[in-house]
């Protein structure tokens, strides 16, 4: 029993700085008991395990008397990003020219959502690149610059007879990560990895929607948490604000649908 609470206080000590914990000795034959004190701001009970001296539904009833003061705590604060906030706020768009009856439709499709939320254009740079293989190179580059809030990474890889397709693909996801995480702005992925050019058609404003313009909003939203860090709390009146936010959402897609 003396190994076991040496065990539980050696546990218990980790627990900083949080918990203190403790072992008292009452005497050489009594068994050690193990105390843990919260050094918590909320007024929390004290807890203490024995194996013969304490009684563990009353520490429960006690428990169960002070779970209200766990309650007591601050509402939970949210930041948030908007797309009605756009003023100021500068992107570039990497689009590779491989597939470019694809990307072509998407570089628009982004352009017409930045138009749509108040993005100047001359707040808008598109640079070309050949494939998809290249555009992590360049974002990264971009993102370094300075210069702007959001990287849009836009390109189309569709499915061949051979595995060059696998690699591509995963070139591409890789490369716009590390340039996000290398340079510290927000690097949309907006590149298609479809199986044929049908899929890669509907997803370019057909049936699917309009992939750019999904990426623009991404971009909208990543932008404006990073630039304008506005903490607040949720109330009534952003839930009906988040609720016109989607409408308006869904009409822009609605609209690229028809």
């Known amino acids: 029993m003396a190994v076991a609470a040496s065990l539980l206080v050696s546990a218990a000590s980790r627990l900083v700085p949080r918990c203190q ?5 009452p005497g050489q034959d009594s068994t050690p008991i193990l105390s843990l004190q919260s050094r ?13 001296s304490m009684s563990w539904r009353a520490a ?3 428990s169960d008397d002070h779970r209200s003061s766990f309650a007591c705590t601050a509402a939970v604060r949210h930041i948030v990003g908007s797309v009605t906030n756009s003023c100021g706020l500068r992107f570039a768009v990497v689009v590779a020219r491989f597939n470019e009856i694809i990307t072509k439709q998407l570089l628009e499709g982004a352009l017409a959502t ?12 598109v640079v070309w690149v050949p494939g998809s293989f290249e555009i992590g190179v360049v974002a990264t580059k971009l993102g370094k610059s300075g210069r702007y809030h959001a ?17 591509v693909a995963n070139s591409a996801a890789s490369g716009v990560l590390s340039a996000g995480l290398n340079s510290g702005v927000p690097c949309v992925f907006g590149v298609l990895t ?5 899929q890669a058609l509907n997803r ?8 750019g313009a999904e990426t623009a909003l991404t971009a909208l939203l990543d932008s404006s948490v990073g630039g304008d860090t506005r903490v607040r709390t949720f109330t009534h009146q952003d839930t009906c604000d988040a609720h016109l936010e989607l409408i308006e959402m869904a009409s822009l897609f609605e609209h690229h649908l028809k």
């Open 21 to 25: 914990a403790k072992a008292n000795y």
């Open 40 to 52: 918590s701001w909320t007024q929390l009970p004290q807890f203490s395990v024995s194996s013969s």
């Open 60 to 62: 429960l009833r006690e």
């Open 114 to 125: 930045f138009k749509a939320y108040s993005v100047a254009e001359e707040d808008v740079d």
């Open 151 to 167: 990287i849009l990474c836009i390109g189309a890889v569709i499915r061949g007879d051979t595995t060059h397709y696998d690699a």
């Open 194 to 198: 479809c199986d044929n050019m049908e």
């Open 204 to 211: 370019a404003g057909g049936k699917s929607g309009n992939k």
